[in-house]
Nanobody
Framework: QVQLVESGGGLVQPGGSLRVSCAAS????????MSWVRQAPGKGLEWVSL????????YYTDSVKGRFTISRDNAKNTLYLQMNSLKPEDTALYYC??????????????WGQGIQVTVSS
């Protein structure tokens, strides 16, 4: 069965860095686009970043451009999100999601359990 397991979250000071990972299993990881989606306390889901199946194209929401980097290692079936220059407003539960990209529209069919990232002094 499809499994997505995030790791690497935690507490970091403003301006700090953190890398979260998502280990995938139960499907052919290299065939799928993947996304990071977050949910801040008391708010709805917010798409953060998307990467295509071979890692050659990446996309970001405006608020994280230049600070976050999405990447993947298809040999290890693992998705990453490197987060630099973190701000308190980046505090959220971060989810990785398998992404179906069809005709310019993305949808998510499997989600991880989420990993907490807290940015605070």
């Amino acid at each position: 069965q499809v499994q997505l397991v995030e790791s690497g979250g935690g507490l970091v000071q403003p301006g700090g860095s953190l890398r979260v990972s998502c280990a995938a299993s139960g499907f052919t990881f290299s065939s799928y686009y993947m996304s990071w989606v977050r949910q801040a306390p008391g708010k709805g889901l917010e798409w953060v970043s998307l990467i295509n199946s071979d890692g050659s194209s990446t996309y970001y929401t405006d608020s994280v451009k230049g600070r976050f980097t999405i990447s993947r290692d298809n040999a290890k079936n693992t998705l990453y999100l490197q987060m630099n220059s973190l701000k308190p407003e980046d505090t959220a539960l971060y989810y990785c999601a398998r992404t179906q990209a069809v005709a310019g529209t993305e949808s998510y069919d499997y989600w991880g359990q989420g990993i907490q990232v807290t940015v605070s002094s």
